[in-house]
Antibody, heavy 118, light 110 residues
Framework: QVQLVESGGGLVKPGGSLRLSCAAS????????MSWIRQAPGKGLEWVSY????????NYADSVKGRFTISRDNAKNSLYLQMNSLRADDTAVYYCARARFLELFDYWGQGILVTVSS | QSALTQPASVSGSPGQSITISCTGT?????????VSWYQQHPGKAPKLMIY???NRPSGVSNRFSGSKSGNTASLIISGLQAEDEADYYC??????????FGTGTKVTVV
């Protein structure tokens, strides 16, 4: 069965950096686009970033463009999100999700909390 | 990209039908048949319930259905059950090759 497990979250100070990882199993990881989606405490879902199956295409929400970088390692079945210049409003649960191209998210991880606070 | 507009809450009695609307623009909902709906129970990850406006993934109850007219998509839950009490989010592909989610709707079974 499809499994997505996020790791790397935690408490970081404003201006700091953090790298999230997502370990995928149960499907052919290299065949799928992947995405990060976040949810601030008590708020709605916000799409963050996409990466294509071969890493040739990436896209970002305006709110994170220039600060976050999505990447993947198909040999390790892993997705990453490098987050720099973190701000308080980046505080959220971050979900890794399998995507059907840019159109939908059919499997989600359990989420990992990132807290940006001094 | 502004969030799609959903009602904050919708309620219904067991067995009733409810409809959740999702309003966007011609650059997202109205421009593509790539509207999806997600169900999220408290403390859990979202689950895909409807994709491509009207399609149900395998394993999702046929009590859930979707439609679209112009810039507004809708999720219909028929035969409402206690287990349907959750938050629901729509999402759409956009002309900027991004995704945009709705503001979310809390469904209460009274």
């Amino acid at each position: 069965q499809v499994q997505l497990v996020e790791s790397g979250g935690g408490l970081v100070k404003p201006g700091g950096s953090l790298r999230l990882s997502c370990a995928a199993s149960g499907f052919s990881f290299s065949d799928y686009y992947m995405s990060w989606i976040r949810q601030a405490p008590g708020k709605g879902l916000e799409w963050v970033s996409y990466i294509s199956s071969s890493s040739s295409y990436t896209n970002y929400a305006d709110s994170v463009k220039g600060r976050f970088t999505i990447s993947r390692d198909n040999a390790k079945n892993s997705l990453y999100l490098q987050m720099n210049s973190l701000r308080a409003d980046d505080t959220a649960v971050y979900y890794c999700a399998r995507a059907r191209f840019l159109e939908l998210f059919d499997y989600w991880g359990q989420g990992i909390l990132v807290t940006v606070s001094s | 990209q502004s969030a799609l507009t959903q009602p904050a809450s919708v309620s219904g009695s067991p067995g009733q039908s409810i409809t959740i609307s999702c309003t966007g623009t011609s650059s997202d909902v109205g421009g593509y048949n790539y509207v999806s709906w997600y169900q999220q129970h408290p403390g859990k990850a979202p689950k895909l319930m409807i994709y491509d406006v009207t399609n149900r993934p395998s394993g999702v109850s046929n009590r859930f259905s979707g439609s679209k007219s112009g810039n507004t998509a809708s999720l219909i839950i028929s035969g409402l059950q206690a287990e349907d009490e959750a938050d629901y989010y729509c999402s759409s592909y956009t002309s900027s090759s991004t995704q945009v989610f709705g503001t979310g709707t809390k469904v209460t079974v009274v």
